[in-house]
């Protein structure tokens, strides 16, 4: 088979518009963010350049600079002699991603309340159901991805974009500490527990709103398992191809 033939489909994640080196490593960035934050490839996978090169048919330079930027928002290791793997936290970067996440998103309750309107809680109530449906079918990637996606869209609700970039960076890390360490359905938070929060907010209650905020975060940390277990090899270019065709999808 031939690498064009046995390569990932990079249009499925760019437009026709956009076939520049740059906008193809921004479509390899994509995809390999894709699957690491929803947990299809597991903590400590190794991430050989010849591997994804051949899989994305492109050279080992662009997989480089796509790992080095997966590297600096903490998704991936880089060691010398060793090569790059997904990120694995420890026990002490999983508090503290953790009590990161209850500052930035306790902080930014307040302003959440003050700027909310009903179009932006429908939205929210929208990945709640998603949510609900990934539960209820026993999807764990899934459902821990819209936990993730709902807390960062509720820090876009204050329309502060800053603290939505923060965030967003550590829901990301988040994944990895659920996919390392939790079990079932470990850190995916109940769609219950996120309807609480938005009767609060629509109800204008800020202080109400901060103290659910403190104390679900807390209770998704303890329901995370801090043992860690020793990762099987995924099949890189099966793994990706999915990823691709999934968002493909979506679009």
Known sequence: MSKKRSSIDLGSLQGE??????GRDEAIYRNLYAAIVENHLEPGTKLPED?????????????RKVLQRLAY??????????GATVAQPTVKEARDIFAARRIVECGVMA???????????????????????????????EAIYLSGE?????????ENEAVAEILA?????????????????AGSCRHSEHDEVLDLIASGDAEGARGWMERHLREVERSVVLEEEE????DLKKVLGEVARRHRRDR
């Open 17 to 22: 518009e956009d076939r520049s080196a740059g």
């Open 51 to 63: 591997t994804l090169a051949e899989a994305f048919g492109v050279s080992r330079t662009s997989i």
């Open 73 to 82: 928002e903490r998704l991936v290791d880089i060691r010398l002699n060793r």
């Open 111 to 141: 302003q959440a309340v003050a700027k909310a309107t009903p179009a932006g809680l429908d939205a929210l109530r929208d990945i709640v159901r998603r949510e609900h449906e990934a539960e209820a079918r026993g999807d764990r990637r």
């Open 150 to 158: 709902f807390h960062v869209a509720l820090s876009r609700v204050s």
């Open 169 to 185: 960076g550590l829901v990301s890390r988040s994944s990895l500490v659920i996919s390392t360490y939790g079990s079932s359905m």
């Open 231 to 234: 990762p099987s090899a995924p």
